[in-house]
């Protein structure tokens, strides 16, 4: 099976502009999350969206936001960028809802100037 | 996980040697663990995982120790090879699909 696949792999954005990534999950897995990484914070969770549904929501203010598609693909979502929002951001899939093994992808890096 | 600060500790061994790396988590009510290696320039990937109900996890080369009273969970590589060479990190799923972080540990292995 192919892996967890995220679109684009590397951007840069100005502060103020507003940025979507993509990520497609492994086939057959439903659930999708969504984490940030930085030098700073580490790996944290952003949300978790499973059957087009957001589930769980991690402590990211309102212009993080994502969705889900019916066919398990998920974006999110980023408005406003600020310096901060620099940063690794991972894509995980897994294959329902619950405690399973989450598969990471290669990560989209974004860069605001 | 425990989020250990920003700065990465790092444990350098031999090549051939046994690596230990170790890991506090900070909820009592988690019940699975997973641990994660991630080589620079990508994401994290799967190496093992344990679920509460155990205390000892074995996998090709990898063993996953589970302490709760403690809340301490530790990764044993045998043999560690230089393609070990990575950080790793100790998640905890505490909701669904919510994994809690450590903050990391850089392996260095010398050849």
């Known amino acids: 099976k192919a892996g967890v696949t995220q679109t684009p792999r590397y951007l840069i954005k100005t502060r103020g502009q507003q940025v979507t990534l993509s990520c497609s999950p492994i086939s057959g897995h439903r659930s999708v999350s969504w984490y940030q990484q930085t030098p700073g914070q580490g790996l944290q969770f952003l949300f978790e969206y499973f059957s087009e549904t957001q589930r769980n929501k991690g402590n990211f203010p309102g212009r993080f936001s994502g969705r889900q598609f019916s066919n398990s693909r998920s974006e999110m979502n980023v408005s406003t960028l600020e310096l901060g929002d620099s940063a690794l951001y991972l894509c995980?899939?897994?294959?329902?809802?619950?405690?399973?093994?989450?598969?990471f992808g290669p990560g989209t890096r974004l860069l605001v100037l | 996980g425990e989020s250990v600060g920003l700065h990465l500790p790092t444990l350098s061994v031999q090549e051939g040697d046994n690596s230990i790396i170790n890991c506090a988590y900070s909820?009592?009510?988690?019940?699975?663990f997973i641990w994660y290696k991630q080589e620079s320039g990508k994401g994290p990937q799967f190496i093992i995982d344990?679920?509460?109900?155990?205390d000892k996890r074995q996998g090709q080369r990898v063993t996953v120790l589970l302490n709760k009273t403690v809340k301490h969970l530790s990764l044993q590589i045998a043999a560690t090879q230089p393609g070990d060479s990575a950080v790793y990190f100790c998640?905890?799923?505490?909701?669904?699909?919510?994994?809690?972080f450590g903050g990391g540990t850089r392996l260095m292995v010398k050849p």
């Open positions: 995980a899939s897994s294959p329902d809802r619950g405690e399973e093994t989450q598969y």
């Open positions: 909820n009592s009510a988690s019940d699975y």
């Open positions: 344990i679920r509460s109900n155990m």
């Open positions: 998640a905890e799923n505490n909701a669904g699909n919510m994994l809690t």
